[in-house]
C-alpha cells in the first residue's frame, strides 16, 4: 500500500498555561501543557481529520507549499489602549 506524505502548516500559540495549535488550511486546532504535547495531538488530530475525510469521500484539502510564511509585526499606536482579554 502507497503511503502519501502531506504537509501543513502549523501555528502554536501561548494560552494561559497551554499551547495551543492551529492548522489553518484544515481548520482544526489541539492543545497541550508543553510546545512539544501541543505538537503531538495535532498531529494525531491532522491524522484523525485526513483519513475521516478519506472515510467520508470528501475532498482533503491542499498541502501546504513552502510559499507559506507566518509573521509578526509591531505597531506604535497612540495611548491609552484598551486591549481586550
Known amino acids: 500500500m502507497k503511503t502519501a506524505i ?3 502548516q502549523v ?3 501561548k494560552e494561559g498555561s497551554s499551547y495551543i ?3 489553518p488550511t484544515l481548520g482544526i486546532s489541539d492543545f497541550g501543557e ?3 504535547k501541543a505538537k503531538k ?3 494525531a488530530a491532522i491524522q484523525c481529520h485526513i483519513e475521516g475525510l478519506i472515510k467520508t469521500n470528501t475532498e482533503v484539502p491542499k498541502p501546504d507549499t513552502d510559499d507559506y ?3 509578526v509585526t509591531e505597531v506604535s499606536i497612540p495611548q491609552p489602549v484598551r486591549l481586550a482579554y
Open 69 to 71: 510564511f507566518i509573521s
Open 34 to 36: 508543553t510546545i512539544e
Open 21 to 23: 495549535a492551529d492548522v
Open 11 to 13: 501555528v502554536i500559540r
Open 6 to 8: 502531506l504537509r501543513y
Open 41 to 43: 495531538n495535532i498531529h
